[in-house]
């Protein structure tokens, strides 16, 4: 008998975390992410685990986006002393990704602090250490795609492809129990299959119980070719105008991404002269992740990287400057036309892209393109939804830039890719929905009950599974 208890990323998008209990495995955390929304202080002090950290034997974590693998430093500083299982990939990538986070919560906790001192209120503890991000490295055990691995007394486990981000994982688990084997599926977060760089999610046909995310459970997406062709229409026309472009976007996968197209376009003559600006520490760290992995990801794409000498993305693009200083970042501003800016943050909540806003949002010979989901309440939500005047900086901004979207951007499958990638499973396994808004899983199990017979579960937060 195995128990599945959902404590996070039920009915929701975020703070993907899930035990399983089995004699066969222990007491095992899928994923041990964070909620998101709020600053960097308030995500990791609003929460508590509702469970003892000392006693899980183990966590298994899909893939490093923070929503998956953003407590991992407080489950470690709260008595968590077992090993994390990851592949290879994903251990350099949650370097880069808890450390930027850490920064960000000490940062903001010191702030805090010193306002509660000078009000004579008590002051917050710290929940986790610089020295606890040091530790959850150090207990990584890290194994490739398709090698099944022995953990717990009786239990193997597989990483597969998810597709999603590099080193993403679905995570097939097979228990061993009195003679029985029951084999339980956790997508991890899929991919969407026609993405750069990125291989196709990987297709199992095997599982007693699969427990797939949810996140587009209610739409698809457009095609990738659509997208490019629009990027090089928006360029040109950028260019003809002698204006500068600006790209909020996320550190990881996305910026890899426009940056592996803008390569492509590079190579076809169609990048007119732009300079190209990757003015992010975090996201030039995470590109050379990517870099040491290229072996890893999509083969025709990398053969293309290859097809013109060049054995990374930085060398991809030789148009390319990383500018990693703030003395750096700031040159750009001198620039007149013809530059083309990736900054984070991809919803403009802060970062360098702001700065860049302040210097060229108000010239209508701008443009900005959003390649990104922008959630409700953020500057880049309210920009894309045609507001012309914000502030910023204490200051009042007119937006005339143009505004473009480019919609072909996800890291996640849609609709009909998630319910392909369910079909494939043969015998009708169980099937539980996570990670989605209660609307996109109820829009998906619908359509998976009416036109494929198959019901799916719903689980609410703390609710247990029992297979
Ligand atoms: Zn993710």
């Known amino acids: 008998m195995a128990t599945l208890t959902f404590h996070g990323a039920a009915q929701e998008v975020t703070g993907s975390c899930h035990l399983l209990e089995s004699p066969a495995i222990g007491r095992v ?17 609003g929460e508590g685990f509702p469970f003892e950290p000392a006693s899980i034997d183990a966590v ?15 489950l470690v500083h709260h008595g968590f002393t077992g090993p994390i299982y990851c592949t290879g990939a994903s251990k350099g990538l949650l370097r880069v990704l808890l450390e930027d986070a850490s920064g960000l919560y000490h940062r903001d906790l010191e702030h805090e602090n010193l306002r509660r001192k000078r009000s004579g209120r008590p002051l917050i503890e710290e929940e986790y250490t610089e020295k606890d991000v040091e530790k959850v490295l150090k207990l990584c055990e890290t194994s490739p795609y398709r090698t099944p691995m022995k ?51 990987a297709v199992l046909h095997e599982a007693d119980v699969v427990m797939m995310e949810s996140t587009y459970g209610n739409r ?43 390569g492509c376009l590079y190579h076809a003559g169609k990048l007119d002269d732009w300079q190209v600006f990757l003015d992010s520490p975090m996201a030039i760290e995470v590109t050379q992740v990517y870099d040491h992995w290229l072996n ?3 083969s025709e794409d990398v053969r293309c990287l290859s097809k013109f000498g060049r054995e ?23 620039i007149k036309k013809g530059a083309i800016i990736i900054a984070g943050s991809g919803m403009c909540t802060g970062g360098r892209i702001r700065h860049h806003f302040k210097h060229r949002i108000w010239n209508d010979k701008n443009t900005v ?43 996640h499958a849609g609709q009909s890719e ?34 494929h017979g198959i019901r799916a579960d719903i689980p609410a937060l703390g609710e247990s599974i029992v297979f």
């Open 296 to 298: 890893i990801l999509d």
């Open 220 to 262: 698809n997406h457009r095609t990738m070719d659509n997208t490019v062709e629009q990027l090089e229409q928006i360029l040109h026309e950028t260019w003809e105008r002698g204006g500068n472009v600006m790209i909020p976007s996320f550190a990881v996968g996305r910026s890899q991404e426009i940056i592996y197209h803008l």
């Open 369 to 411: 393109i959003f390649i990104g989901f922008q959630a409700y309440g953020t500057l880049g939500r309210r920009l894309v939804d045609g507001e012309k005047k914000f502030r910023m900086f204490g200051e009042e901004f007119m937006a005339s830039a143009r505004m473009e979207t480019l919609g072909g951007f996800s890291a």
């Open 418 to 451: 998630l319910i392909s990638w369910l079909l494939e499973f043969k015998n009708q396994p169980r099937v539980i929905l996570v990670h989605g808004e209660a609307s996109a899983q109820d829009a998906l199990s619908l359509k998976l009950w009416e036109e």
């Open 29 to 45: 955390l899928l994923d041990c992410g964070m909620r998101q929304g709020g600053d960097a202080l308030r995500r990791i002090q």
């Open 60 to 74: 298994i974590l899909s893939h490093v986006h923070l929503d998956h693998s953003g407590l991992l430093p407080t």
């Open 312 to 334: 990374s993305l930085q060398s991809f693009l030789p148009t390319l400057k990383l500018t990693n200083s703030s003395e750096e970042s700031m040159a750009i501003n001198k």
């Open 151 to 201: 953990i717990g007394s009786a239990t193997t486990l597989t990483f597969h492809d998810a597709g999603h981000i590099l080193g993403s994982a679905i995570v097939e688990l097979v228990l061993e129990e009195k003679g029985k084997s029951r084999r339980l599926v956790f997508s991890g977060d899929l991919g969407k299959p026609d993405s750069v760089l990125m291989n196709d999610p």
